[in-house]
């Protein structure tokens, strides 16, 4: 996908917060009235409505009247919300080129004020309708407070805290950076998927290297299950770097040995394809898992401790609970292969942008926010808008209960959409018309939600927890 930042730059202080208003009322609706944005952004004047005018140019949000007048975010106005925080945070400076495109996520070059060059990886769940996902319709269907940009940012968290865990531990994986919503900044691999080698040196030791890793995790109590050429990547000094966790389950998993004899075999597949003579591979066809005449590592023998890593990841906020609701929707990856190779189910759905990998520092756009404020603003900002939210006393409703057939286009929609409503003259017409009804009511009595309705009430310390709560859970 597109990652346009320029408009980054231009967005106004009220821009951001129309934006939070709707990703927060997106907490409790899937599609959020236009009259909840308003009282939760709580600005003065009905400006609102000509905010979301702007947002919706800018295709940050999403129009939606299918059943009453209502905004959503786009993954592009989430994206913004993710880079503006780490940005305030001081976690990078400028957002450069596109240097791979997953199954579901997109992944670019970001630079710190110094010049470092990172990698942010920017989650996308359900993009892709992958079958992992749609085998879980009936769950979701029946789940209240679903939505693909919680999934997203689950999955960003729970790869980020991974990420730290194994690094702690001596893992081959990038130095986890920073985390916010579904976006993971992490250190750049100066290296190539290995399903870009097409000539190793030493292609014995980076095969044992690897295989010795899929044991190593499971001695840690871990199953990749996503272990393939597409998942690590290699070095001019064929050093091996591993990425991409969001699919990790525990070996104490019910078909936990299902998945580490499949990442196995993706392995001896790979290289038995690409790095060992044609006479050798006849040899590695129809083996059996399990058996250590064929080589391959057997999960029962191997000594495993689950729980490893419980006490790193709960300190990165990934927990347990987090843990299960993810495996609901990515159990394992995608779903066990049918005597496909990993190269042919994989080819279309993930690949790596072909420029040379060298860094690129020219390319960046630098974030010189139009709103330049001190770090903290942001959240005080962001505060402000969870006061109003909690002010409105917003009940948990769900306006659109997804059906099992509706509910994967619907999410697709959600950066595909033509009707992104900037050439749509009606709602123009009706957003104009809701801005002087706001401008009238404004008027005559106090905007019902307003910073001050806040201030008035008091009781601030267990206001904040509730919000602390609220940040938590989203
Ligand atoms: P997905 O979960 O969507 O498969 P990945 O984490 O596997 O996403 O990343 C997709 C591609 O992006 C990788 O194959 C790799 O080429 C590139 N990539 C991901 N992380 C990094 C990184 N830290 N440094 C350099 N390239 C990366
Ligand atoms: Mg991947």
């Known amino acids: 996908m597109k990652l346009d930042v320029d408009a980054l730059r231009y967005l106004s202080k009220d821009d951001f917060r129309v934006l939070t208003a709707v990703e927060m009322g997106m907490r409790n609706h899937e599609i959020v009235p236009a009259e909840l944005v308003e009282r939760i952004a709580g600005l003065r004047h009905g400006g609102t409505y000509k905010v979301l005018r702007n947002l919706l140019k800018h295709k940050l949000v999403h129009h939606d009247s299918s059943k009453y007048d209502g905004f959503r975010l786009t993954y592009l106005g989430y994206d913004f919300?993710?880079?503006?925080?780490?940005?305030?945070?001081?976690?990078?400076?400028?957002?450069?080129?596109?240097?791979?495109?997953?199954?579901?996520?997109?992944?670019?070059?970001?630079?710190?004020?110094?010049?470092?060059?990172?990698?942010?990886?920017?989650?996308?769940?359900?993009?892709?309708?992958?079958?992992?996902?749609?085998?879980?319709?009936?769950?979701?269907?029946?789940?209240?407070?679903?939505?693909?940009?919680?999934?997203?940012?689950?999955?960003?968290?729970?790869?980020?805290?991974?990420?730290?865990?194994?690094?702690?531990?001596?893992?081959?994986?990038p130095a986890a950076v920073d985390c916010n919503r579904h976006c993971v900044v992490m250190s750049l691999v100066k290296g190539y998927p290995l399903v870009q080698i097409k000539q190793l040196q030493n292609p014995d030791e980076v095969f044992e290297t690897i295989i010795g890793l899929v044991v190593h995790l499971a001695e840690h109590g871990l199953i990749h299950c996503d272990f393939n050429e597409f998942n690590l990547m290699i070095d001019d000094d064929e050093k091996v770097t591993m990425i991409d966790f969001p699919q990790m389950v525990s070996v104490s998993h019910r078909n936990a040995k299902m998945y580490f004899d499949r990442d196995v075999e993706c392995i001896f597949k790979f290289f038995s394809k690409r790095f060992v003579a044609e006479g050798d591979r006849d040899e590695e066809d129809g083996v059996e898992y399990d058996s250590e005449e064929n080589g391959r590592p057997s999960f029962l023998s191997i000594e495993k401790s689950a729980g490893f890593l419980d006490k790193e990841l709960a300190a990165s906020g990934f927990t347990k609970r987090d843990q299960d609701e993810i495996e609901k929707f990515i159990e394992g990856g995608p779903e066990p292969k049918d005597g496909s190779s990993s190269d042919d189910e994989s080819s279309g759905k993930e690949q790596t942008a072909d420029e040379d990998n060298e860094t690129v520092t020219t390319k960046m756009v630098a974030l010189q926010l139009a709103d330049q404020q001190v770090k903290s603003s942001c959240c005080n900002d962001e505060e402000r808008v969870e006061e109003n939210l909690d002010s409105c006393n917003v009940k948990v409703v769900r306006e659109n209960e997804p059906t099992a057939s509706g509910e994967q286009e619907d999410s697709n929609d959600l950066d595909n959409s033509d009707d992104d409503g900037s050439g749509d003259a009606e709602l123009v017409k009706r957003l104009n018309k809701q801005r002087k009804r706001a401008v009238a009511a404004a008027r005559g009595r106090r905007a019902l939600a307003s910073r001050n309705s806040y201030k008035d009430k008091g009781g601030k310390s267990s206001h904040n927890s509730k919000i602390q709560k609220q940040v938590s859970k989203w």
């Open 81 to 173: 919300l993710a880079i503006k925080t780490l940005v305030n945070r001081g976690v990078f400076a400028a957002v450069g080129r596109e240097i791979g495109v997953g199954k579901e996520s997109d992944i670019f070059e970001v630079a710190t004020e110094d010049g470092t060059v990172l990698a942010m990886k920017l989650h996308r769940l359900g993009r892709v309708s992958f079958r992992a996902v749609k085998s879980k319709r009936d769950y979701l269907v029946h789940r209240s407070n679903y939505n693909w940009l919680y999934l997203s940012r689950l999955a960003a968290l729970k790869e980020y805290a991974f990420m730290k865990a194994l690094g702690e531990h001596g893992f081959p994986v």
